[in-house]
């Protein structure tokens, strides 16, 4: 891609995705995901209602006064993006393809997280680690995530989620809050989620689009499997082909709710023909509730 064009693509997703972060996000991801405890602040004089057990001896002793300690939350938190950069992602039929929504949601956490002084990361994989970005703070440091995230093109087609995994929770030591991004349109990583998920705050985001869930009648039609380049060709105008093919789906999701659960991962689910706002604002009133 063009420098110019590129420039312009960044900054057309700055403007919307701070945007978003700035009025209706910041807040929320702020109560969603806390820091990693309570770190004293300072002492000041005692009020009246102030817990006793807060009070410090060794000043109240010093100044003949009640002095109470103030603590305050340790906010400062690594946020970690394992984004799903495979051939299936090039893939859309109404309103964008899934890599270009992925793109932007990524963008809306990044600013969510710079908004409360948070590092931020990324991991982009298909069947193998494409590149990885350490945490860092600053605007210019997601300006980068988003460049990248708009004309990086991987080495490879295919997807390894148990690789990514494997590699997130090696690289980065201490407990995260990191977001999952994948249509997950693979296997055999549920062992590497177990394990990511008792070390870090893991939340699996699913990227579909409404023709993946359903098909609709429009006859004899020719489709390509992205990732491994396999042609089949399907007859739609058959109900038990349309059927079939969204059953396949449901059951394939109903496998990723259990398997998510099980691992005590939080799930979202966005469709590209979907505005993701909702689906996010309702991810961080549950933890929300739940913290």
């Not at 064009?5 to 700035?22: A, C, D, F, P, Y």
């Not at 770190?39 to 102030?50: I, K, L, N, Q």
């Amino acid at each position: 891609m063009e420098t110019i064009e590129l420039l312009k693509k960044v900054r057309k997703i700055e403007i919307k995705t701070r945007g978003l972060s700035n009025q209706i996000f910041s807040g929320e991801y702020h109560s969603a995901f806390k820091g990693r405890g309570m770190a004293f602040s300072e002492v000041r004089e005692y009020m009246p209602g102030d817990d006793i057990r807060s009070i410090d001896w060794n000043v109240t002793a010093r100044f003949n006064h009640p002095f109470v300690k103030i603590f305050e939350e340790e906010r400062e938190l690594t946020v970690m993006l394992l984004v799903d950069i495979s051939a299936s992602g090039d893939f859309g039929t109404s309103k964008q393809f899934k890599r270009e929504l992925i793109t932007e949601l990524c963008a809306v956490l990044s600013f969510s997280a710079m908004q409360n002084n948070d590092k931020i990361g990324i991991i982009f994989f298909t069947d193998k680690i494409e590149k990885f970005i350490p945490p860092k703070k600053g605007k210019s440091h997601i300006l980068r995530i988003i460049r990248e995230l708009i004309d990086f093109t991987p080495n490879n087609k295919g997807t390894d989620i148990g690789g990514a995994l494997r590699y997130f929770t090696n690289m980065i030591k201490k407990r995260s809050i990191s977001f999952l991004i994948s249509d997950f349109m693979a296997s055999g990583y549920v062992d590497p989620l177990k394990i990511a998920a008792r070390k870090h705050d893991l939340v699996a985001i699913r990227i579909y689009d409404k023709r993946e869930a359903e098909l609709p009648d429009v006859g004899l039609i020719r489709m390509q499997d992205a990732e491994s380049g396999k042609l089949l060709w399907v007859d739609t105008s058959r109900h038990i082909t349309r059927e079939k093919f969204k059953m396949n789906f449901a059951n394939h999701q109903k496998e990723l709710d259990t398997m998510f659960a099980k691992c005590g991962v939080d799930q979202v689910k966005i469709s590209t023909d979907q505005n993701y706002v909702q689906p996010l604002m309702k991810l961080f009133k549950k933890r929300e509730k739940r913290s």
